[in-house]
């Protein structure tokens, strides 16, 4: 008995290291508890964005609709992003959140981030909503 428990654990492990060693060290899943501002006027001024939650690197990057913006990293609960007036001249609802790029990899700015996931097809974090109103 003691053998069938041993090999058990043995290959519970395996496949727990597999996964660790298979992405060259994943990044931690980010999540996004809330935004400030969450809303703003069309047509209006560009404003920085204040994103608290948790698991933010200093490579993390804010994503608006599918498009990286400026990131600035304030601690692993806070990063804060420079929403350009363009992102906000028309009446919309942007969709936000917040990608761990693999390794240190930096993401420029306006980079297109087609999914949200990374290389070792983590996920970004939820999904919040910006509201832009006429």
Do not use: H
């Amino acid at each position: 008995m003691a053998t069938i428990k041993r090999s058990a654990l043995w290959g519970a492990s395996a496949i727990f290291l597999l996964a660790m060693v298979s992405c060259g060290g994943c990044p931690a899943t980010p999540s996004i508890a809330s935004i400030s501002p969450s809303n703003a006027v069309a047509g209006g001024a560009g404003l920085a964005l204040t994103i608290n939650g948790g698991n933010f690197n200093s490579t993390s990057v804010v994503v608006w609709n599918g498009t990286a913006l400026g990131t600035t990293f304030v601690s692993n609960n806070q990063l804060t992003a420079a929403v350009s007036s363009s992102n906000i001249a028309d009446p919309d609802t942007a969709v936000v959140y917040v990608y761990n790029p693999v390794n240190g990899t930096t993401v420029v700015e306006g980079t297109a981030v087609t999914t949200n996931n990374n290389q070792c097809n983590s996920p970004g974090s939820n999904a919040i909503s910006f509201v832009v109103s006429p």
